[in-house]
């Protein structure tokens, strides 16, 4: 069921949230958070489907927040409301309310989420694109539990990591952290069926890919060893390489699905590690709305600490007339990422 109300109030949404749950036979109230998605015309429609279907699995509130830019100084001048509210089969498994701000109200969103927000229940906020640079401090980010944001989607990912680092809050997190989720899970479990002590690391992937260099400084935060960062074709991170006394633990993943597990003394195993949608991603943030705190170490490790050579061994990086193949390393003169935009892992 889907109703549309042009220069509303929240007020008013609400009342036809409350009316369309009657009109369909399911007046009570089923959702466990509400999840704020700030967004554009552009990328409204993936953004609402992405969270549509993570909502069967966390049914939710869905509040898209869409701020309509004006182009005259009238027109900026001028505030409205228009939104568009969603139950039952239109909306997953919980509500969706669209709203559109115009004028001067698209300055001041969070008045209007605020009464629209559960009661008693978590608040998640989600950037897919065009995050704050402090999510916590955003007048949005500031009513939320949980705050994630995507790096890959920046104009410079890399340097995007150093914005989350600098910025960092308990309770952030990015969807660039969650997509090597599987990743670390595997190489986690491949040291406790070698425990031995790891001496170095190699992480391979696309050059200018976050997800990369978070799992980079992840390795290096928690393992104190030197990683080495090198670059390939993709899709997205292809292979980890940990040197370990008893021989080298490899992950490798050259085609984006299916990876092969090689350890010292066992066969080489086939292991599923696709690569995700949004969505999946998107759900598993939501199962978890404690702060993350190796996310928080990982990141604030730095990229710069890790591209620097000394404690960290220096990934050397290329430019775009330079750039490496598959699995060749640069001398340590280079130490900047290149340009050049990579896929998402």
């Known amino acids: 069921m889907k109703i549309d109300l042009t220069e509303t109030t929240s007020s008013k949404i609400n009342q036809a949230l409350v009316s369309a749950r009657r009109a369909i036979g399911t007046p009570a109230i089923g959702m466990v958070l509400t999840l704020v998605i700030v967004t554009d015309e552009e990328n409204a429609?993936?953004?609402?489907?992405?969270?549509?279907?993570?909502s069967r699995?966390?049914?939710?509130?869905i509040i898209a927040v869409i701020k309509r830019v004006s182009r005259s100084p009238r027109a900026r001048r001028d505030a409205r409301l228009d939104a568009e509210v969603r139950v039952g089969s239109d909306a997953g498994t919980g509500e969706t309310v669209v709203l559109r701000l115009h004028g001067e109200l698209a300055n001041h969103a969070q008045?209007?989420?605020l009464p629209l927000l559960l009661p008693d229940a978590p608040v998640v906020v989600w950037w897919p694109e065009d995050a704050p640079a402090d999510a916590a401090k955003d007048p949005l980010g500031a009513l939320a539990q949980r705050r994630i944001t995507d790096s890959y989607s920046a104009e410079r990912p890399i340097d995007e990591l150093a914005v989350r680092a600098a910025t960092y809050s308990p309770g952030d997190t990015d969807l660039s952290w969650t997509r090597i989720t599987p990743w670390r899970s595997m190489l986690a479990a491949a040291l406790d069926q070698q425990p031995a002590k790891v001496i170095g690391a190699t992480v391979e992937g696309e050059s200018d890919n976050p997800s990369c260099e978070?799992?980079?400084?992840?390795?290096?935060?928690r393992l104190g060893v030197p990683v080495e960062r090198t670059y390939s074709d993709g899709p997205g991170l292809t292979a980890v390489r940990m040197e370990t006394k008893n021989g080298v633990i490899v992950l490798d993943r050259a085609d984006g699905s299916l990876a092969t597990l090689s350890m010292q003394g066992q066969p080489d195993?086939?292991?599923?590690?696709?690569?995700?949608?949004?969505?999946?991603?998107?759900?598993?943030?939501l199962r978890r709305l404690d702060p993350d705190n190796t996310y928080e170490s990982a990141v604030k490790f730095g990229v710069e600490k890790l591209h620097a050579g000394g404690e960290v061994k220096a990934a050397p990086a290329a430019s775009a007339e330079e750039k490496p193949a598959e699995g060749e390393r640069k001398t340590p003169a280079a130490k900047k990422a290149p340009a050049k935009k990579a896929a998402a892992k």
Not at 45 to 54: E, H, I, P, R, T
Not at 57 to 61: I, Y
């Open 45 to 54: 429609y993936d953004a609402l489907k992405s969270a549509g279907d993570a």
């Open 214 to 221: 978070l799992l980079a400084m992840w390795l290096a935060d």
């Open 269 to 285: 195993r086939a292991v599923a590690l696709k690569r995700r949608e949004t969505a999946e991603l998107l759900a598993e943030e």
């Open 57 to 61: 699995e966390h049914p939710s509130r």
């Open 111 to 113: 008045s209007v989420v």
